[in-house]
Structure formats: structure tokens, C-alpha cells
């Protein structure tokens, strides 16, 4: 019998081994949400996974079962590759799959006959989420955010990024979406994360924070195709108030670093969804100027014309306010200021 642990008593730091968690589903299941920071081991590429699946469903349970074992025994040689190196580093390996059953007991058992200290997570990635959803809002009741506002382009996402380097709690959630908010936020960004893998991340950050207070920037309600849970939305729009502000030079500066780099044709395609905002005139100007490189007066038309109006109806009261025009330089002020506010301690 082998040995199976619960992902509360890996979350509550009950392990006295350094361990490594494996993700044995599929390549395409992995990819599309895990348990941040585990390694992805598959027993089954993702054709072999749909053709099983496919089997088990429509004709026979045995079949699939026999066929899912011919096709493991195949890929056995380059999984244990994989799982002795990682045995060399990590004293404890805990395997998952989908649900705690065939894909992850099997490797378990056969790594335990091994001599390879292998666990088994309990409940696989299903036991992982139901653990997330469960604690994620307890999580949050206990923090103050301090919210971090401004209009596009005055570095806000630095700036946050800036006080985490220098040992301040705070949390990413565009990072934690990989998608900037806006209708151009996925540009250069490649695939945005799940709604689950969004949740995951944003629980690992606020789970491992120092302080109950916690820096993050405002945001809309959904972030791309992510949305902000209820809880954790109305808790950052119940927090700590502070503006960032940019001239205009420093702001489209900040947005040409962001968004310009190969990213010529995700530019163009999402700038078609602004016809029904800017009109076809506008629009037809910016593409032109973007296939001649010009994009200065691209970005700054669309603050201007676009992205400013959208937050001039909104009406907050700040605690402070930082002009930014030195990323480094607001980020220490900032810190200051917290301090002498003691908001950045519990």
C-alpha cells in the first residue's frame, strides 16, 4: 500500500521533506490549469489520453483499460528518466492526476517497488481545487488591500512589481490572468490563463504574503476572460486608495515598452475592435502608422481618445497620491509612505 497525503498538510507546511509535486495528466490538461509550481510528468500524450477516453466511452471500459495499460508500459522508460532525476533532488515525489485514481496510483505503486519515496495526492486536481475554493475567501477576508489606481500608461504594473522586488506583499492579477485588462491586454502575452489557473495563482500569492496588507492595482471586475471572484473584488474596492499619475510623454513611453516588440499583427487584430469606439477613419490611421513603425502617435491617440474617457466618470477618494516620472524613485517614496502609515506590517 502506498502512501497518500492530503493538499492541507502540504498547504499548511506539514512536511518535513522537500518535496516536488507531478502532474501526470495529459500535456494539454496541464497546460490548461495545474497546481502552480508542480512539474508535468504525462503517463499519456494528449492523443493517446483522447483515444482511451474516446474508447472508454463509446465501446468498452475493459478495452480502454488494457489499452491504457500497453500505452503506459511504452512510455515507462522515459517517465522513469524523468522521475529518478527528480528523485536525486527531491526527498518526497507527490504524484496527481485528475481525480487520485488509475494515472497517478499506478506510477505511485510502481515508484514505491522502486525505492523512490512516491506519494500520492489525495482526490488528485479536483481535491486541489475544491481546497482552493474552500480557503481562497477565508484568505481574504484577512487582508487590507492598498489599491494602486491611475490611468493607462502612468506604470502601475511596475511600480507593483517594483515594491514586491523590495519585500512588500502584493498581488499581480493581471499576472496572475496573463492578460492586461483592456482590449488590447493580451498582446504579447501569448494564451491567458484559465479561470482556475488564475484563482490558483492568486491563492499561492496570498497565501505566502508576510503582512495583511496587500498592494494591488485596480482593476475592472473581469480581466480579460477572467473574472474576480465577488469576495476578493468587493475587498480591494473596499481598500486603501492611492493614485498614480504620468504627463503624457512618460505614460505613451511606459506603453511602447510594453506593447511594441514584434507584436505588429496582434496590434493591427485587436485594433479592429475598436472600430465601433473610434470609427473606421481613426482606425485605418492607426494601422497605417503601425506598419510604417510609427507608433508614438498610435498610443497616444488612444489615451486620449480612448482609454482616458473610460475613467473620467470615476470618482474615489485617494489616501495619497505619487506623480510618477521615476519608476524607482515613486516605488521608495511609496514605501515611505507605508511605513509611516505602518501598512507594512500586521
Known sequence: MFKIINYEDIDQNRLDENYVLIDVRSPHEYTLETIPGSVNIPIFDDKERELIGTIYKQESIEIAKKIGIATAAKNLPSIYDRVSELDKEYNNLIFFCARGGFRSSSLVSLFKTLGINATKLDCGYKGYRKYVNDHLPTVVENIKFIVLYGNTGTGKTNILKSLGSQGLDTLDLEGCANHRGSILGSVGLG??????????????????????FVFVEGESKRIGKDIIPNYLYNAINNGINVKIEANIETRVNNLLKEYVHDTDNELITSLHN????????????????IGEHDYKPVIEELIIKYYDPLYEHRNRVYEAVFYNDNELQTTNKIIEWAKDHKYDKN
Do not use: A, P, W
Not at 484559465?194 to 503582512?211: A, D, G, I
Open 274 to 289: 475598436l472600430r465601433k469606439y473610434l470609427g473606421d477613419s481613426n482606425i485605418d490611421k492607426y494601422i497605417k502608422l
Open 191 to 212: 494564451e491567458q490563463n484559465s479561470q482556475k489557473m488564475f484563482e490558483s495563482l492568486v491563492y499561492k500569492s496570498l497565501k505566502n504574503r508576510k503582512t495583511n
